[in-house]
Every structure is written in structure tokens, then in C-alpha cells.
């Protein structure tokens, strides 16, 4: 059985995968402009013990996008009607990214801060499933 990714401070991620349908759909609605497409789960915590409860949403929306153009794009997300996450950052998917340039999942953080994000004309509904990953 695989192991759980470890977060970025040790300890496992809590989060929400998507439905495999729902990344489909994405995928053709906004192709990924790098190399390297991750595309697959929105981050609620990092550094989580096993005994991390789980959220208990399974729904969000995706209400925009950002991409440096030096190698990262991410989708913005909205659970619950919040793009806040507890820790003050943004919920999001990371997209795609160029790992041969250096990048990383995690710098997706920094672009949606640092740089901002685009809003949608209209908001995307999506399914999540809770997961620790």
C-alpha cells in the first residue's frame, strides 16, 4: 500500500482529492501550459498527525486561475464561499508546472500571495472527497 505524501513541514497533508470526472472536465477546460501537470487535490493542511480530522465539505468551486509564466499555474478555489484558508493563504490546485526550471507544488502558495489571481466570469462547481494524503 502507497504511503502518504508528507507535507512540507513533516507529517501528512489533509485535504480533498477531486473526482477523477471533475479533473477530466478541468483538464479540457484548461489545458495545462506546463510540463508537469499535478492537477489532482486542494490543500486545507500541511503537516498533519494521523489522528487530523478529516474535512467534511465535498463540494468547492473553482473561481480562478493564475500563472507566472516562468513555469507554475494554479486554479483558485472556493470552499464553503471562502478562497481563505485558516493559515491565510489561498486554496487552490496547483496546475502544472516546469520541474525542469526548478519548480515546486508548494511555490503555488507564494504566486496566488506574491502576484495575485484572476477571477472566473463565472464560478466553477466541482465535487471533492476528503483525503490525507
Known sequence: MAQPERGAGGGTVVGWKLDASERAALLARFPPRWPDTIADHVTLRSGTDPGTPLPTV???????????????????????????????????????LDRDAGRKPVESNRLLAERGWQRLDAPIPIRLRPARF
Not at 465535498?58 to 486561475?65: D, R
Not at 513555469?71 to 464561499?81: E, K, P, T
Open 58 to 96: 465535498e463540494a468547492g468551486e473553482v473561481v480562478g486561475w493564475a500563472d507566472d509564466g516562468e513555469g507554475l499555474q494554479a486554479l483558485v478555489v472556493a470552499i464553503g464561499g471562502s478562497t481563505a484558508r485558516d493559515d491565510g493563504s489561498t486554496y487552490h490546485i496547483t496546475w502544472s
